[in-house]
């Protein structure tokens, strides 16, 4: 393997720090209602930060599967967007300090990615890493938004129902850190915010606040997320108009509130029978999205 210290580089005054934790939020795989994004953008805009380590993007991003915007202005281009892919030191609301892996999961060199993590890790005297993740689930918007949390060892999540048993998914370079990490002894979390299966294309802050709100008590933060918070009820006030204004969606949310109870009721399934002739997830999705969209270009006053 090359050397995983030539895949990033130091950024000047690196802090001494000691079982501090790190965030991991990479952009790239499966993100439910944007809520990784939304909680890594809110972290970065509302809290203190700097880069301490920044990754060497050309070597772990696929430009053609992910093509960067660039910005054309008449007869030149005006501007291009930079991936980027840094570790960020980032102070909370009570100052304590804490990392933050943010930017493009990487396309390419997952093992050696992993390994210069590791570097990073040890050099910056990080004791805890915390992934976040956002997935689908057939769950209504009416009922707690649910979280799967995992950990290397059942003491860091101690008191977490599991929602599943066993399960075979699609990997990501983010779960394969935190799997790797684990095995060489790193305290490694991550938690998994379940955003209506319906809602899953449309930006629901409801699901990041549940994250930064996970996150927040694992590893000992303050958090802020009363910014969010304002957004995700200005959100559920326009799905729950929606959903009185479709017979089709007062349908679906009854039927997935039943379920939901039952399986919290020790019945077996979450999504149980029944579900014959409802509307598709991408069809709600679909409705959705234009209906919010409408509600957003009413209230910057554009829907002329």
Avoid at 172 to 178: M, Q, R
Wanted: net charge negative; with cysteine.
């Amino acid at each position: 393997m090359l050397d995983p210290g030539q895949l990033f580089e130091w950024e000047p005054d690196l802090p001494a720090l000691e079982g501090v934790v790190l965030i991991e939020a990479l952009d790239g795989f499966i993100d439910a209602g944007a809520a990784r994004r939304i909680a890594c953008e809110h972290l970065l805009v509302t809290l203190r930060s700097r880069p301490v380590a920044t990754f060497d993007i050309d070597q772990l991003l696929d430009y053609r599967g992910r093509r960067p915007a660039m910005i054309f202005v008449e007869d030149h281009w005006e501007d291009y967007t930079d991936p980027q892919l840094a570790v960020h030191l980032v102070h909370d609301s009570a100052g304590t300090a804490f990392f933050l892996l943010a930017g493009h999961e990487p396309d390419y060199q997952w093992e050696r990615f992993v390994e210069a993590v590791h570097l990073v890790v040890k050099r910056l005297g990080v004791g805890l890493t915390i992934g976040l993740n956002a997935i689908p689930m057939g769950v209504p918007h009416t009922r707690p938004l649910g979280i799967t949390a995992h950990a290397n060892r059942k003491e860091l999540i101690a008191g977490a129902e599991p929602w599943v048993s066993t399960v075979q998914v699609p990997g990501s370079a983010g779960h394969l850190l935190e799997y790797r990490l684990g095995k060489r002894g790193v305290d490694t979390m991550g938690f998994a915010a379940h955003v209506p299966h319906y809602l899953a294309q449309t930006p629901y802050p409801a699901a990041a606040v549940k994250l930064l709100d996970a996150a927040a008590s694992a590893g000992g933060l303050v958090l802020p997320t009363d910014a969010l918070a304002d957004q995700a009820a200005a959100v559920r006030e326009a799905v729950d108009a929606r959903v009185q204004e479709s017979p089709q969606f007062a349908e679906l949310v009854e039927a997935l509130e039943g379920q939901f109870d039952q399986f919290l009721a020790g019945r077996e399934g979450l999504l149980g029978e029944g579900g014959e002739g409802l509307p598709t997830a991408d069809e709600l999705g679909a409705e959705l999205e234009r209906f919010l969209a409408q509600e957003t270009r009413r209230t910057d006053g554009t829907d002329i």
